[in-house]
């Protein structure tokens, strides 16, 4: 059997821009992708701390050591610049394996420099 558990999350991230005009997706600084073991155009989910909202999109990649984070065409209306976010990603895993699975964690702080990971 399998079950799906969350792989990777970058929480507290701050919104540095959001971008009605673009066609969808978030901006994500390529360091942060590294750490975070995130792919572009992988499906993500974000919730945004600030109102509550929750929904999907996908992964493009940013400047590196940029500290972007945007979100783009129709999630764009769902944040405001400064409102903090999480970013979640999920995996496929077998059940007799999901008690040992760690998944990736990095923390933010309000500039989207990394102040903690599950590594350390």
Excluded: W
């Excluded at 769902?78 to 923390?107: H, L, N, R, W």
């Amino acid at each position: 059997m399998k079950i799906e558990m969350l792989y990777s999350k970058i929480h507290n991230a701050t919104i540095t821009d959001a971008n009605l005009s673009y066609k969808g997706s978030i901006t994500i600084d390529k360091a942060l992708l590294k750490k975070s073991k995130l792919f572009v155009g992988q499906k993500v989910d974000i919730a945004n701390i600030n109102n509550g909202e929750r929904f999907s999109t996908y992964i493009i990649e940013g400047e590196e050591n940029s500290k972007t984070i945007c979100l783009n065409g129709a999630a764009a209306r769902k944040v405001q610049v400064g409102d903090k976010i999480i970013i979640m990603a999920y995996a496929t895993c077998d059940i007799d394996k999901a008690e040992s699975f760690k998944p990736t964690i990095i923390i933010l702080d309000e500039n989207n420099n990394i102040t903690t990971t599950n590594e350390e």
